[in-house]
């Protein structure tokens, strides 16, 4: 074994170690995961885009979203009503709160009230939206 | 010959490498993304108490000296020997000590400690009180604490303190001409001697009874989370100072704390200045032979949404809207099966025993739970098991440990 070997397996040591923890400690998405807040929906029916209603939002007290939705033709949906749900899939569980869609406030813009994510981390963000043109889902990743 | 060499070289190298973390103790011990967290962890992140809308009182300086009375309190019980301070000892963290309360009788689950309880929107181990005052007025009418009624308790305050009573809260009107025993949630009798009341004294003895329990959380509110020697060594670590000695580390303290970050991943529950996340979790707690099945949060919900000490109810000083954590809270039966609220970690090395039914009698047999992540008796555990050496865990249980003054 040359010295150089010896303090590259050393150094290597190093890095493995760090590495590990840092993945452990903060365990990112899955390479390519999209954290667009604009998408359409499973089934292409609808194009939702996501913001919180007052930036910044924090994180882990309750807090509103606005989700706004528009057909395929880029026009507003009227009308919808919309589930959340949502959780963060690396730890098996789902959103620690229940919330709901509390108004429709026109141009195709919906308020959700009660939202809070209790950890830092890869949180997804679902919508089921039923309205006239058809029922369909949509579910955001976010970087928390 | 060669071999001399070697052994030289990997004796000199694991000395650059001790040096090398040494060095890196002497700088920064921690990465910048552990630095981040430890920052939030600290006591300087605490935000200012939050106010409670439900309880107009909350904030009374007098209401909550009248408060501090009636926790100490011990003609409040059915036995005159007990008040909340006989299970919530000022000296002792305002817990017991014990694996399970006793008072008039042994309750089913550990006397929890108070500081810094007024920040979190749920109360109990199963959080089933959305308030501070409504939680108050739990242990007055249980049977194993101190085992009164709300109307021996209206009318014990009408006797004892019926002047500071009323300056606070206006006059103790409409109560019923002579003292019952009486209440919706009691034995038998006291739930018929209530039917036989009329609305207004009903209303009457409501009101004072939530009244009471208003006064107690004002009191209860000035109970705050004290500065331990983790968080001078945050404040140090934030501002790159050499720590002052009251708040060094020692390699095995950093070495539990980057633990408790990383592989442990008890931030996960155990964020924020204290140390929880005030949410309710399954961690395969073992269920504890002789005691009722304990199904946590999941068998209050329907309690909550129906209490009429909620934050939407009559004896509320909130609007609706102010009842956010009411209004969405999780019904999720399955996930919130023998689910629990962490409590907070701060001071815990110096209380044991451990969790909702104090099934574990030291940190050792805590950090033994988290590393083996056993099933659990009911719903499913969040947690998955830790690969933790007897170094390992020496030091989580050493980390803990500077959550002390």
Redesign the interface.
């Known amino acids: 074994m040359t010295r150089r070997r010896i303090l590259l397996s050393v150094l290597a040591l190093i890095i493995a170690v760090g590495g590990t923890l840092a993945f452990k400690m903060f365990r990112p998405a899955p390479t390519g995961t999209d954290f667009a807040r604009t998408r359409a929906t499973a089934n292409g029916l609808y194009t939702v885009a996501i913001a919180p209603e007052k930036e910044p939002f924090v994180r882990d007290a309750l807090h509103s979203w606005i989700v706004t939705v528009k057909n395929k033709t880029g026009s507003p949906v009227e009308k919808a009503t919309i589930d959340v749900g949502g959780g963060m899939p690396q730890h098996g569980h789902g959103l620690p709160t229940a919330p709901k869609m509390t108004a429709e406030l026109g141009q195709g813009r919906y308020r959700v009230e009660g939202v809070k994510f209790s950890m830092f981390g890869w949180w997804e963000f679902s919508f089921a939206i039923k309205a006239p043109p058809g029922n369909d889902t949509v579910v955001f990743n976010l970087k928390l | 010959m060669m071999l001399k060499v070697?052994t030289a070289?990997?004796r000199s190298?694991?000395v650059?490498?001790v040096a090398?973390m040494m060095g890196a103790c002497d700088r920064s011990p921690l990465?910048t993304?552990?630095s981040a967290?430890v920052a939030t962890l600290a006591l300087g992140a605490l935000p200012a108490l939050p106010s409670d809308p439900s309880n107009i009182y909350a904030d009374n300086k007098d209401v909550a000296a009248f408060g501090k009375k009636l926790f100490g309190d011990t003609r409040l019980s059915l036995n005159g020997k007990v008040a909340c301070a006989t299970c919530h000892l000022p000296e002792r963290q305002f817990q017991d000590d014990k694996p399970l309360a006793v008072a008039v009788g042994t309750g089913v689950r550990r006397t929890m400690p108070l500081a810094g309880v007024a920040w979190g929107p749920w109360f109990f181990w199963d959080g089933r009180k959305d308030s501070q005052w409504s939680q108050a007025l739990g242990p007055l009418e249980d049977q194993v604490e101190h085992g009164s009624d709300r109307t021996t308790l209206v009318f014990t305050i009408a006797t004892h303190y019926r002047q500071t009573y009323e300056t606070l809260f206006g006059p103790l009107t409409d109560l019923p001409a002579v003292a019952v025993a009486a209440s919706p949630v009691g034995t038998i009798a006291a739930r018929r001697a209530w039917d036989a009341l009329t609305p207004a004294e009903r209303t009457a003895i409501n009101r004072g009874f939530a009244n009471i329990g208003k006064a107690i959380a004002a009191h209860g509110r000035t109970l705050k989370p004290e500065m331990t020697r983790f968080d001078r060594f945050a404040a140090s670590h934030a501002q790159g100072n050499s720590a002052p000695d009251n708040a060094r580390f020692t390699q095995q303290e950093i070495a539990g704390l980057?633990l408790f970050?990383?592989?442990g991943?008890c931030?996960?529950?155990h964020?924020?200045p204290r140390l929880t996340?005030?949410?309710f979790?399954n961690t395969g707690m073992p269920a504890v032979p002789g005691l009722p099945p304990d199904g946590g949060r999941a068998t209050v919900l329907k309690a909550i949404g129906a209490d009429p000490f909620n934050c939407l109810g009559a004896f509320s000083d909130a609007t609706p809207d102010q009842c956010?954590?009411l209004?969405?809270?999780?019904?999720?039966r399955h996930?919130l099966t023998r689910a629990y609220k962490p409590p907070s970690l701060r001071r815990v090395s110096s209380r044991p025993p451990y969790m909702h039914a104090g099934q574990f009698p030291t940190l050792d047999a805590v950090i033994a739970h988290y590393a083996s992540a056993p099933r659990a008796p009911a719903g499913h555990s969040?947690l998955k098991p830790l690969d933790l050496s007897d170094q390992d865990r020496q030091a989580l249980v050493a980390f803990l440990k500077t959550l002390e003054p």
């Open positions: 070697s070289l990997v190298s694991m650059a490498l090398l990465t993304e552990e967290v980057k970050l990383g592989k991943s931030t996960n529950c964020s924020g996340d005030d949410h979790h956010g954590e209004r969405f809270m999780s019904q999720d996930a969040e």
